[in-house]
């Protein structure tokens, strides 16, 4: 038997402990980023609820024409279509690291989510800018 073969059918190392830790970090905190984003649609949704129901009791002026409960809204469904994805990436690492497979590639989940998050405030301050 010539080493190669050996090399071959040799069990590989188990990986070191802290490196499925730091993939649990990773894990926890996109979960705690899904539930930022659905607690701060959910207070932008209700804000909005809020100020037409001071309206309506004649403390302010006018009745708000904003589209905060549609942005709450979408936030929240933000929140959890996030926390989906990183249950499939959480698993999908695991799976990698058992395997032994490649794990130099950048996540999609996080570029994605980044690129969504900066278009979603350039719009809101340009919304900001020009509605004042």
Do not use: C
């Not at 207070?43 to 001071?54: D, I, T």
């Not at 009791?57 to 996030?82: A, D, F, K, Q, Y």
């Amino acid at each position: 038997m010539s080493d190669n073969e050996t090399k071959e059918t040799e069990p590989k190392p188990p990986l070191d402990p802290r490196v499925y830790l730091a993939a649990e970090r990773t894990f926890l905190a996109w979960i705690r980023t899904g539930l930022a984003l659905m607690g701060f649609g959910f207070v932008v949704a209700r804000f909005g609820l809020f100020l037409r129901e001071l309206a309506y009791t004649g403390r302010t002026g006018e009745v708000p024409r904003g589209s905060s409960t549609g942005v709450g809204t979408g936030l929240v469904m933000l929140g959890v279509v996030l926390t989906i994805f990183a249950i499939a990436r959480y698993v999908h690492l695991l799976r990698q690291l058992h395997t032994g497979g490649d794990l130099h590639r950048p996540s999609k989940l996080a570029l994605f989510l980044g690129s969504g998050l900066a278009a979603i405030g350039l719009m809101m301050s340009l919304y900001l800018l020009l509605g004042s």
